[in-house]
């Protein structure tokens, strides 16, 4: 089969939480990385500290005509007075 293409294609970028304007990961997460492997492999996400205030990554799969959005939620920093909430430091999708 076809493997579903991830957009956007640099690893440094990711979709607002929109899923519509493509921004930096570093300046919605800072220190966050992002690794690929091979194309309709596993994505990677490493938080090496939590942003300050929840955040919305979103990742787009395409495929032909057929496309779906993978939406990340990033928990805020339970120590920057944020509320408290279930925290994630990797996160991976398919």
Do not use: H, Y
Request: hydrophobic fraction near 40%; proline fraction near 5%; charged fraction near 15%.
């Amino acid at each position: 089969g076809n493997a579903a293409a991830l957009q956007p294609q640099q690893a440094t970028k990711i979709f607002d939480q929109t899923c519509q304007q493509e921004v930096e990961l570093e300046t919605v997460t800072p220190g966050a990385t992002c690794q690929r492997a091979a194309a309709g492999g596993m994505v990677a996400l490493t938080f090496p500290r939590l942003p300050t205030q929840t955040q919305k990554l979103c990742f787009v799969c395409t495929r032909g005509a057929e496309s779906c959005k993978v939406i990340i939620d990033v928990a805020a920093d339970p120590a920057s007075g944020a509320a408290v909430g279930i925290t994630a430091r990797t996160a991976s999708a398919l």
